[in-house]
């Protein structure tokens, strides 16, 4: 309708001969909207603003918001940082989660489930790229040794392994064959259980963002970004290095 508007102003301003034209264009904006309806609310969206944990606080301002949420990387949506728009393709729910490998008991749970279990808090952490640039963001999430606990890996667990979805048709950098589809990451379990890792929900006292990784993500600060696997649909425990 926007791009439109001045065909539809003239369609009007001509009267009844083009009325049925005039028509045919609001139909189309009806079915446009219709296509693509509002996104739905987050189902978590009630526990943000999550409490400030004072631990993890900076000595200078956090970036803003437009920066954060409209310069990254997701390779599943294309090889350049400007993909915020092609990353809402992405389908947030329902989005199961699994806990396999050297588990007590295997299971798999729906995201809200997993996030309604834990005490969501917000950390400031800042980033530092070889690319020369730097951020100071302001997540929501969970310690990442608190979904270690939830999982109850066995004590012969060294790793554990992290998986992104996997759907070509909701993100079609997945199509390419450059990569072998689906990402995977991996931490030592040290790592895993480091007080700095965060199972991240939310950024900005609001849910996760499409494009930074909805619905949780992993936060590892002191690696390189990559290291922070986005969109997890799969935890799983090994003694084998990935």
Known sequence: VFRDRRRLVKALAAGPILLPSAAAL???AADARAANPPPAKDPTADLYPAAQNMRYRLDRPVSDEKLVTTYNNFYEYGSQKEISDEAQ????????????????KKKTVDVDTLIRAMKLEERLYRHRCVEAWSMAVPWSGFPMADLVKYANPTGSAKYVVMQTFQ?????PGQ???????????????????????LIGTGLYGKPMPKQNGAPIRLVVPWKYGFKSIKSIVRFTFTDKRP
Do not use: C, I
């Not at 393709?89 to 007590?104: A, H």
């Not at 759907?167 to 993100?171: I, N, T, Y």
């Open 26 to 28: 609001l139909g189309g």
């Open 89 to 104: 393709q992405l389908k947030t729910r329902p989005w199961m989660v699994t806990f396999d490998g050297m588990v007590e």
């Open 167 to 171: 759907d070509p048709s909701m993100a």
């Open 175 to 197: 199509k390419q064959f450059w990569y072998p589809w689906p990402y995977l990451e991996g931490l030592t379990m040290a790592e895993a259980t480091n007080e700095l890792a």
